[in-house]
């Protein structure tokens, strides 16, 4: 089958095109690389570098590429940051999707399957359930549920197939280490091998279950290849619920083979960030019960294998937006705005 994977040089759509080509499929890796690089693309794949936010690309890209389906993975996903880059967000994640969605349409796409996230439940009681309504409590999160609910409405009118994955607080091999905005079990590791302290924002007691990218991604390509999928909303990852604290303290242990923290790097205790929800994690059963999804991954082992990984390819430089926050003032958080981390 011919698959466009937008995002496809990024951290989860270069994992999806692996499993795509391994299965025999036809695949075209779309990305403009504000977040990932061309040496995450599988060279099997066709490599197009192209900005969705740009209409006459996207469509070109769509043309070009003939996707019978199409994986949506390309976001500026950065959720925390959307308060203070909220144009970004706006043009990579709501007008991207829709200037590749509407050519595919129109060129007869068969399925879209597409990444949203679990940040549409907004500050809803936890564990999520794909039943609870779209709630979004922040810019990144009202795209996505935008993104969902276009997708919906469009294929009523249309007639293609959709189905819709929430991932959450994944993490693995080929994380972007240089984003100083987003993935903190990638900050901490990348802090850690620059020798470093982490950051902690609040009183660390912030729930969340990481999610290991060879759990998260058999099930989003596999599940969105299949019919059973079709129509449906499902979350994906770990129900490992965990505390930032806690997190901290397993990256600590695996990174000192069990030992303390050295003197030094004791974690530094920052200002909570604002909208920033205390408690989320969501409940498989729909992507256990219909797609037969199981996280096998501990989180323990998931991150012996990321710092095995980042120990090889080593220490990143922390890269700082290059024209600073749109929105910048005192309520960035201050690891940004001295450029902390
Ligand atoms: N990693 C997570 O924990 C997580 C959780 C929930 C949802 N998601 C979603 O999963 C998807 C992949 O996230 P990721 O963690 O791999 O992030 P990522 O930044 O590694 O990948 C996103 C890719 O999209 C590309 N991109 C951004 N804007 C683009 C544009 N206008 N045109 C073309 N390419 C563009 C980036 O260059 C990047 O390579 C995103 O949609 C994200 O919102 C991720």
């Keep these: 089958m011919r698959v466009l994977v937008t995002g496809g040089a990024g951290f989860m759509g270069s994992h999806a095109v692996d499993r795509l080509l391994d299965q025999g499929h036809e695949v075209t890796a779309a990305d403009s690389l504000i977040g990932g690089f061309v040496e995450n693309v599988n060279p099997a794949a066709e490599f197009v570098e192209c900005d969705l936010a740009d209409r006459e690309a996207a469509a070109d890209l769509v043309a070009s590429a003939a996707p019978e389906v199409i994986f949506h993975f390309a976001a500026d996903a950065t959720e925390g940051r959307s308060q203070f880059t909220p144009l970004s967000s706006m043009d990579n994640n709501m007008v991207g999707y829709l200037n590749t969605l509407v050519p ?18 907004g500050a809803q009681q936890p564990p999520f359930r794909e039943t609870m309504p779209r709630l979004p409590e922040d810019v990144y ?30 993490y693995g091999e080929r994380q972007n280490l240089a984003d100083p905005y987003r993935n903190v079990v990638a900050i901490f590791i990348n802090s850690l091998l620059r020798g470093r302290a982490i950051h902690i924002y609040g009183d660390g007691e912030q729930r969340r279950a990481y ?69 989320a994690f969501c409940a498989h059963d729909a992507a256990e019960q219909v797609l037969g999804f ?24 922390p890269a700082y937006l290059p024209n600073s926050l749109e929105i910048g003032g005192e309520h960035a958080p201050a690891t940004w705005r001295e450029q902390l981390i």
Excluded: C
């Design 104 to 121: 595919a349409i129109d060129r007869r796409l068969s399925k879209m399957v597409l990444v949203s996230s679990m940040s549409v439940y």
């Design 141 to 170: 999160a009202a795209m996505k549920a935008s993104m969902e609910a276009a997708t919906e409405h469009l294929s009523a009118v249309h007639g293609f197939d959709y189905s819709i994955f929430r991932p959450h607080n994944v």
């Design 211 to 279: 999610s290991y990218i060879g759990d998260t991604n058999p099930v989003m390509v596999d599940g969105g290849l299949s019919d059973r999928s079709n129509g449906r909303i499902f979350n994906v990852g770990s129900s490992e619920d965990v505390s930032i604290n806690q997190l901290a303290d397993v990256v600590r242990d695996v990174f000192f083979d069990g030992g303390p923290w050295p003197a030094g790097l004791e974690p530094k205790y920052m200002p909570g960030r604002p909208l920033e929800v205390k408690k």
């Design 294 to 317: 199981r996280n096998t991954t501990t989180l323990r082992k998931g991150v012996e294998a990321m710092v095995r990984w980042a120990r090889e390819v080593g220490p990143r430089e």
